[in-house]
């Protein structure tokens, strides 16, 4: 479920599955995308911050339930010509281009593609107890969700390689490190307060300039790289070491031994 609520002029977009650590539905990717669709629509407001309900940011893709339905799949993925954003990479993609600043107010996991949708705000603000990870190799999949333009305006490309191979935590203090965040807090609160307080104070269109320029200027042609992902991860979903890597996942959550991935010459 996302809500979506209205402050001062600064919108507030909210993953609530708390008991699932907000993990990501397909119903919650639709409320994602319409959301900011409404936020696009409305010129009243100044700023928007994406948040977790709970103690979490998000754990990313409930991967079960979507697996379980393969006409969910089809609508995560599909798209009517091959550069366009599909749903997944809407979600992401869709802050960018939102005249507004965008900040992710990040607490406790987040993973998968929760850190791809923190990733695609303008602004990363995180609690020190965070945890990032992004996540699809452990599943043997590659990340879908619009990373391959945002990651190089955050991070070195070894970085960007080890974290999205390892798909391992890493914590608040060494995403720092990585550039996959803007800042480390010690009230979050309290720097996102300050933060729209600032902004608000600007000149809205002085903003959209900035980060139409910005985003110009730091961001790779995109219909090329959107294709790309979404075909290397149909081709992947019909692999068999895919089948062997999510039953591995599975095995490594039992502590039990994993299979070898068969090798593709």
């Known amino acids: ?3 979506f609520s209205e402050a001062n002029n600064i919108a507030f977009v909210t993953l609530s599955r708390p008991e699932k650590q907000n993990a990501l539905s397909v119903e919650m990717f639709v409320g994602l995308d319409n959301a900011i669709k409404k936020i ?3 010129k009243s407001i100044r700023a928007v911050v994406i948040q977790g309900e709970g103690a979490h940011f998000c754990a990313g893709l409930d991967v079960k339930s979507v697996l379980n339905k393969p006409s969910g799949i089809i609508k995560l993925l599909k798209k009517w010509l091959p550069g366009n954003a599909n749903l997944v990479q809407r979600v992401v993609l869709g802050w960018q281009a939102l005249p ?21 705000a303008d602004i ?25 333009l945002l990651l190089p305006t955050t991070m070195n490309k070894d970085k960007a390689l080890l974290m999205t191979i390892h798909a391992q935590r890493i914590d608040a203090l060494q995403a720092l490190k990585d ?20 902004f608000t104070a600007r000149s809205p269109d002085a903003i959209a300039a900035i980060k139409k320029v910005y985003n110009r200027a ?15 991860q149909i081709k992947l979903l019909a692999a068999k070491n895919t ?7 599975s095995l490594a959550d039992e502590n039990k031994k994993p299979f070898l991935p068969r090798m593709k010459w």
């Open 1 to 3: 479920m996302i809500l």
């Open 40 to 42: 696009r629509k409305n």
């Open 100 to 120: 507004v600043p965008v900040i992710a107010k990040i607490t406790g996991n987040c993973l998968g593609g929760g850190c791809h949708i923190a990733l695609g």
């Open 124 to 148: 990363r603000l995180a609690e020190s107890s965070a945890q990032f990870a992004i996540m699809e190799a452990k599943w043997g999949l590659c990340p879908d969700m619009g990373g391959s």
């Open 179 to 198: 550039g996959l965040i803007t800042e480390l807090c010690d009230d979050v609160d309290a720097r996102l307060s300050e933060l729209l307080t600032q």
């Open 218 to 232: 730091y961001n790779q042609p995109a219909r090329k790289l959107l294709w790309l992902e979404t075909w290397s």
């Open 243 to 249: 089948k062997i890597a999510m039953k591995n996942a």
